[in-house]
């Protein structure tokens, strides 16, 4: 084998290995429910799966759905943090919003001693950081938060406006946790749409597990895009990010993914999950049937057996 051939050849074997994982799990998951308390998002293909794996180096290895888009959803959520951090300083960020698991669902009514959300990641947190990103109205709130999440992703990123119309004409619930985080002062804007707005469109923006592949391994890569060469956010902010990512990143199953993956991710009810493994690379998984917590069954299933297969617990 010549030195050229080799990175061919380790490659082919990576993506066949990502391939015979995948039809691990296929074959012994089929349990979940793809979410429908968005309407639109009931429709999605509950076979659909698909997994991409990006190095810092920017070789991506895939299998299965690999190119099909599907919405971001919470998996939007640490790269809003991430951009709201780098703006404003984590100080800043974290008068509005704490860092603590909040052992609760993704949608629960939450606010610590001091009026905070408990983390960035339930929602209730997500809108307060989205609200806190500098800007003097919705849309161009929204406009910078994608221009960010294009950033992290290495091309520019499109809402799916069906999704969009029926998240925004549902989000009842994401409105009444943005309303009482003005009540106890921690939202950023004292106007609630101009939080929910942005945020009902940050989770219908479109991407593929490549994007998502992408995103992490920028946050791997301290920061800068493997691809584009572009500092995204700065490497303390990256730092800051896994951290949270690492200790709720799966809701209230964040502490069972902590002992059994070991890496900081994320997850979104749309069936992408994020995994990073700092330093080396980042994971796109998408499979959209959730378990209870909103977390996808196979995407879960999928890293526990890469982590097992390849060591990649952190601790
Ligand atoms: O706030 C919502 O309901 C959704 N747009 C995002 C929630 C989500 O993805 C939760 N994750 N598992």
Request: contains cysteine; proline residues 5%; hydrophobic residues 40%.
């Amino acid at each position: 084998m010549s030195p050229e051939d080799r990175p061919r050849l380790l490659g082919d074997a990576l993506d066949r290995t990502l391939a015979e994982t995948m039809a691990g799990v296929a074959r012994r998951t089929s349990a979940g429910r793809v979410a429908d308390y968005i309407p639109e998002l009931a429709g999605a293909d509950p076979d659909a799966f698909g997994v991409t794996l990006a190095s810092v180096l920017g070789r991506t290895y895939g299998a299965g759905d690999a190119s099909t888009e599907f919405t971001i959803q919470s998996v939007s959520k640490p790269f809003v943090y991430a951009f709201a951090c780098d703006e404003l300083g984590a100080d800043v960020v974290h008068r509005h919003v704490g860092v603590e698991p909040s052992g609760e669902p993704f949608n629960a009514i939450s606010l610590d001693g001091r009026g905070r959300p408990e983390n960035p990641f339930i929602n209730a947190g997500a809108i307060v950081t989205t609200s806190l990103v500098p800007a003097p109205d919705a849309g161009e709130r929204f406009a910078r938060i994608r221009d960010a999440l294009s950033r992290f992703a290495g091309r520019e990123l499109d809402v799916d406006e069906d999704v969009h119309r029926s998240e925004a004409t549902t989000g009842h619930r994401n409105r009444a946790l943005a309303g009482l985080a003005l009540a106890a002062g921690t939202l950023g804007t004292d106007d609630v749409d101009a939080a929910t707005d942005p945020y009902f469109r940050q989770c219908s923006l479109r991407v593929t597990t490549r994007d998502l592949a992408l995103m992490a391994a920028t946050l791997a890569n301290h920061g800068v895009h493997p691809l584009t060469r572009e500092r995204v956010v700065g490497e303390r902010t990256a730092r800051d990010t896994l951290s949270v990512m690492a200790t709720c990143g799966m809701y209230d199953r964040s502490g069972a993914w902590a002992f059994r993956v070991g890496l900081p991710a994320k997850s979104g009810v749309g069936g992408g999950i994020v995994a990073v493994r700092p330093g080396d690379f980042g994971i796109g998984v998408f499979a959209p049937p959730l378990d209870e917590a909103g977390n996808s069954v196979r995407g879960v299933a999928m890293l526990e057996d890469l982590s097992a297969t390849f060591g990649l617990h952190m601790f």
